[in-house]
Structures are given as structure tokens and as C-alpha cells.
């Protein structure tokens, strides 16, 4: 089976501008989570997307969003882009039960100048 | 207010020896107990999990233990071998609240030949 994929591996963008990330689950997954790692915050979630609703949202302003499609596939927006904004964004998908993994995408590089 | 600790930024362990990484959480709603390894601009790796009902998972060179009483878990790395050096980090997860991820902040395992 093919892992997680995530487009673009990098972008660069500058301040106020709006970004969109996409993820590939692993096939068969139905939950797709993402979450920010910057290395004063460490990693931390920021939305849990399953069969297209969001199931759960961290601690993240508004600016912050996502959606998932039909076949599981899942977008992640940033409007209003700060400098803080710029982390590795990683997304993460899993099967449906109570105790399986995430499996983790390699990620998409964001910077903000 | 760090909900999952790993309070040893770095380990430094000779190859051939234990390698013991340790993680603390503090809310008791969690459930399901995950390790992860990440190396520099990719995602994380998953290594083995253990659920809340049991206090042992050993999956080849890798044992976690949980303590639940003392809201506990370490990693054993048995024999320690160059190519696990990477960043390790601990997550946690409510699983009756979904798929959101607490992660600790890493522990930087470097292991000498």
C-alpha cells in the first residue's frame, strides 16, 4: 500500500497571503488528522477530519481550516498567512477501530517572509 | 499546561547497549500510548503503541511499558544500533474523544559505534 502523501513538499508565501495543502490518506483510511510542528511549540494537533466532518479542532485561531472529500482525501487552508505560520505541517491517517496508529505524510514545509 | 512530557531533551548511549526513553502524561482520560521516530524535515515514524489495558508491548528490539499508576511510560531499545539515532517522540490519545494526539515535546537518542 502506498503511504501517506502530502502536496506541496515545500512553499514559500509572504505575510497575508493564503496557503492550501493537500493529503492523501493510505487507502482504506477513513480518518485524516493534521498537525503543526514548529520548534517552539513542538508538535500539536489541529484537525481530525472523518468520513468529511470535522470530528475535532485543536487550539488554533480561525484562520486555521480543512475539509475532507468523498474519497477521503483532505485539504487544509491558512488565510491571512503571519510569520508564525511558518512549520512543517503534517498530516496523518488511520483505519477506523479504537486502538490503531496514525501513520504519518512526510509533510509540507511552509515558510513565511 | 504540557499534558505528555519527556523530560530528557537527549540520550546518548553506546551501540550494542539498553536505550530507556521516558515520557510522563498527566490527564488520565488517556487511553491508547504511541512512540514515534522523526527524523529533520519528515514525518514521523511509527515504532509501537500500547493501550491502556495493558503494562507491556514488545515488538522486536522495541518494548514500551506503561505505568498507569504513576502516568508512566518509557521505551526500551534493545541493542541500541546506530541507525536508531533520530528525534523519539511519545504521544497520547483520548480514543473515546477521537483521533487527536498529544505528543511530548522529543528526545534526541544518539547512539556511538
Known amino acids: 500500500k502506498a503511504g501517506v502523501t502530502q502536496t506541496p513538499r515545500y512553499l514559500i508565501k509572504t505575510r497575508g497571503q493564503q496557503v492550501t495543502l493537500s493529503c492523501s490518506p493510505i487507502s482504506g483510511h477513513r480518518s485524516v488528522s493534521w498537525y503543526q510542528q514548529t520548534p517552539g511549540q513542538g508538535l500539536q494537533f489541529l484537525f481530525e477530519y472523518f468520513s468529511e466532518t470535522q470530528r475535532n479542532k485543536g487550539n488554533f485561531p480561525g484562520r486555521f481550516s480543512g475539509r475532507q472529500f468523498s474519497n477521503s482525501r483532505s485539504e487544509m487552508n491558512v488565510s491571512t498567512l503571519e510569520l508564525g505560520d511558518s512549520a512543517l505541517y503534517l498530516c496523518?491517517?488511520?483505519?477506523?477501530?479504537?486502538?490503531?496508529?496514525?501513520?504519518f505524510g512526510p509533510g509540507t514545509r511552509l515558510t513565511v517572509l | 499546561d504540557q499534558q505528555v512530557k519527556q523530560n530528557s531533551p537527549s540520550l546518548s548511549v553506546q551501540e550494542g547497549r539498553i536505550s530507556i526513553l521516558n515520557c510522563d502524561y498527566t490527564?488520565?482520560?488517556?487511553?491508547?500510548f504511541l512512540w514515534y521516530k522523526k527524523y529533520p524535515a519528515e514525518g514521523p515514524t511509527f515504532l509501537i503503541s500500547i493501550s491502556s489495558i495493558k503494562d507491556k508491548n514488545e515488538d522486536g528490539r522495541f518494548t514500551v511499558f506503561l505505568n498507569k499508576s504513576a502516568k508512566h511510560l518509557s521505551l526500551h531499545i534493545v541493542p541500541s544500533q546506530p541507525g536508531d539515532s533520530a528525534v523519539y517522540f511519545c504521544a497520547a490519545n483520548n480514543n473515546n474523544a477521537g483521533n487527536m494526539l498529544t505528543f511530548g515535546g522529543g528526545t534526541r537518542l544518539m547512539v556511538k559505534p
Open positions: 496523518a491517517s488511520r483505519t477506523s477501530g479504537t486502538y490503531n496508529e496514525q501513520f
Open positions: 490527564n488520565s482520560m488517556f487511553d491508547y
